[in-house]
Nanobody, 125 residues
Framework: QVQLVESGGGLVQPGGSLRLSCAASGSDLGSDLWINDMAWHRQAPGKQRELVALITRSGSTNYQESVRGRFTIARDNSKNTVNLQLNSLKPEDTAVYYC???????????????WGQGTPVTVSS
């Protein structure tokens, strides 16, 4: 019903920048389906998945301490998209980055979480 598709990952040198994008699609989006919070998570090799940044529908944001001031999350509710600007990248930012969304079906008032397939980010010289 709902798909989240990420793009924008890749290889970048330390200190460099990347912009990740995520687009949500589904036939009922904007009508019966309502996107609440959107977020970016990441999972480094051998580590658990962790929340990087979250943005509410109204635009309030929250960041993991290690990325605050370097990463910026933004969304466009009219396009059902969320982006993550990654600046001043460090080798420890290397991970697969996942887009996530909390979506409510208004006709049943049920809420489910959705994940994208992930996009890899490698920070290395």
């Amino acid at each position: 019903q709902v798909q989240l598709v990420e793009s924008g990952g890749g290889l970048v040198q330390p200190g460099g920048s990347l912009r990740l994008s995520c687009a949500a699609s589904g036939s009922d989006l904007g009508s019966d389906l309502w996107i609440n919070d959107m977020a970016w998570h990441r999972q480094a090799p051998g580590k658990q998945r962790e929340l990087v940044a979250l943005i509410t529908r109204s635009g309030s944001t929250n960041y993991q301490e290690s990325v605050r001031g370097r990463f910026t999350i933004a969304r466009d509710n009219s396009k059902n998209t969320v982006n993550l600007q990654l600046n001043s990248l460090k080798p420890e930012d290397t991970a697969v980055y996942y887009c996530a969304a909390s979506i409510t079906r208004r006709s049943t008032m049920t809420t489910n979480g959705y994940w994208g397939q992930g996009t890899p980010v490698t920070v290395s010289s």
